[in-house]
């Protein structure tokens, strides 16, 4: 990633600056951008947090994390010694105003040494415990009031439910305007994310039959094979449809549903993604079971590894009712989509890590062909893979050589690595360059992250009164619970993953 745009003097503020997520993303992302020389030629990350660390513990944290998280890996001496120039540490306590003082100290002495007025970017990487206190000490302090150069980065959870998140949105805006708010959804930093919207309406090809007249139904999968980790304590209270659907998912429905943008405008794209969200059918409070299905895994085998169970998971109780798996049936209520399933799934500890997205088209009205060369009839279908085999394909019938008539379904494929020959930037990075661009495209609204919360709301509603009896009720290494296949219409499947399908390789 390199580009020609000049960014102004930046501070970058992270609360929670010897946090995980400061360890794993932003500091490898914010060095990645570094060695690309697409940070501003004056810039400081200040790193504050509770605990006393002195700069020699923090540059060996940093860089530890830069040699196992970022995308270029190694880490030079002198390029290393040069961006530690840039790195302060502060600490003191985020609901005190001491630490407020100093950071505006801090950040005058270096517009002072710049010569320069600096924006400053306020990254919340606390736990969610400290969205409320952050905002209100920085408005406070006199921090907040500069509606150009002040910002404020959010990281989901966004709430926990709607009320909780009309809560923070509310803290929020109490201190800065929406235009200086940037809600980060990292999935809406991946490449093959944006290039949704690039295929969708830079060419003239598919828009015209990507409606309901051509399209059958569409499923979006987002599988990780990796089970909870270390995160116990924030999924038990968070499980998948917070974790995953509220957010990821949606995002991903939205740029597949959504119509096109007039232009390429952060507010006029929002606009556009909110209204997929607003014409989500509700799903009705005695259909949740019909329209959703929860699972959560049990022990099992990743490969020839045998991994345990979530309940077996460190700092998940012994008899939790979360849920590592949801998969639900959505229907978009607009002239576009009408009565088209929209099938998303997404589950920890399944055989693969993939996320696509499939557009199944109906069949051909008539088939023209005879029965015997059409034995092995598939109807067409478009890819979108996300990740990791970062392309597009499409699949559609072909004759197979030879004096029968037979017919074969064939691929096209686009693949990222072979069409371009420059390096995927990490989204983290695209998104923290979009902030000091000061870019807001990539970052959900408040309207856009309340109305995700309205649609999972009668879920999040019904789930509590009907404990599920049957979990754990899929093994770690499968496709989640039987059940699954109950949501889908007559005739529609859950697909292969590319790659798996392409070789035949049947799911476990
Ligand atoms: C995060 C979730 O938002 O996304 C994690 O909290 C999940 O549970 C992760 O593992 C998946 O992101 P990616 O980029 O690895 O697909």
Redesign the pocket.
Known sequence: METNIKLKPTVFAIFGGSGDLTWRKLIPSLFDLYQDLNMPSDFSIIALDRIRLNDKELHKRFRDGIEKFSRKGKVDDKVWSKFTRHIYYKQGDFTKSKIYTILKEQCSNLEKEWNAKAQIIFYMATPPLMFGEIPKHLKEAGLANDRERARIVVE?PIGHDIASALKLNQILTDSFTESQIFRID??LGKETVQNILAFRFANPLFEPIWNRRYVDYVTIT?A?D?GVEH?GEYYEKAGALR??VQ??LMQLLCLIAMEPMVSFDADEIRNKKVDVLHAIRPIPHDMVNQSVVRGQYGRGYMGSKKVCGYRKESKVSKDSNTETFVALKLFVDNRRWQDVPFYLRTGKRLPRQV?EVTIQFRAVPHKSFPPEATLDWQTSCLILSI?PDEGIVLRFQAKQPGTMLLLNPVTMRFNYQESFSVPIPD?YETLLWDVMNNDATLFMRADQVEAAWQIIMPILDAWPGQPPADFPNYSAGTWGPEETNGLLNPGHHWPLPMELSEKNISPK
């Open positions: 989901k990292h999935y987002v990780e990796l995160r974790d995953m957010n990821h996320s990740q989204a």
